[in-house]
């Protein structure tokens, strides 16, 4: 069975900062990954898509790789904000999505 | 299109009643997965749909969970005799040919 770790568990950096939030997986044969963001008692929003086929995507002032041979991603956040405060999920997919338990950031003002 | 629906947002329930919950996918998705989590994890899968079929399903749903989706649009997620070990919050996420997921705001379920 796929399993996805995200580490560190929590983070808290003063605004501003670079910062990046890894996640490793242990099955390498994935069709996609995608980082989400969820703010307390939400729902998940997607921040990025990355296919199988691609090694990194762009939005804004986030960047996440994909090295699907080391089981490995990263998440960049430059020039953090306390706006970017929320637990961030990485997740792998074949048939179905499985999911870290997720990094939790604080970004204080 | 809105995105991904979900109702109600909040459900609290007396432990041994059924709930309902109801997933409106974006339109022109044909893919429609559950997911369960409880505070502090992630999200875990519960079953997935593609159009009206029910392709694969989690042993997290036991016999007392039901999930359809008749005509392959909305989907219902139906927990019998709820327990208190039941209250989380499901997610409903659509997608299109193993593209990314759109996520719905969630149901909270609360059994007391």
């Known amino acids: 069975k796929q399993e996805v770790t995200q580490i560190p568990a929590a983070l ?6 670079n910062l990046v939030l890894n996640c490793s997986f242990t099955d390498s044969a994935i069709y996609n990954l ?20 691609q090694r990194e995507q762009t939005s804004g002032r ?21 706006g970017d405060s929320a637990t961030y999920l ?10 870290g338990t997720g990094t939790s950031l604080t970004v204080i003002p | 299109d809105t995105g991904v629906s979900q109702n109600p947002r909040h ?28 505070l502090g994890q992630g999200p875990e899968f519960l079953t997935y749909f593609q159009n009206e079929a029910q392709l694969e399903k989690s042993r997290l749903l036991s016999d007392r969970f039901s999930a359809e ?15 208190q070990g039941d209250s989380a919050m499901y997610l409903c996420a659509s ?14 379920l609360t059994v007391v």
């Open chain 2, 69 to 83: 989706r008749p005509k392959g649009s909305f989907s219902t997620l139906e927990i019998q005799r709820t327990e």
């Open chain 2, 11 to 38: 459900k609290i329930t007396k432990r041994g009643q059924n709930v309902t919950f109801r997933c409106d996918p974006i339109s022109e998705h044909n893919r429609l997965y559950w997911y369960r989590q409880t």
């Open chain 1, 12 to 17: 808290s950096v003063p605004e501003g900062e």
């Open chain 2, 95 to 108: 997608s299109s040919d193993r593209k990314g997921y759109t996520f719905g705001s969630g149901t909270r």
């Open chain 1, 90 to 99: 990485c997740a792998v997919s074949r048939n179905q999505f499985y999911f």
């Open chain 1, 62 to 82: 986030l960047n996440a790789s994909l090295d699907k041979s080391s089981g490995r991603s990263t998440l960049y956040i430059a020039a953090s904000q306390p």
């Open chain 1, 34 to 53: 995608q980082w989400f963001r969820q703010d307390p008692g939400k729902g998940l929003t997607s921040l990025l898509l990355i296919q199988s086929s």
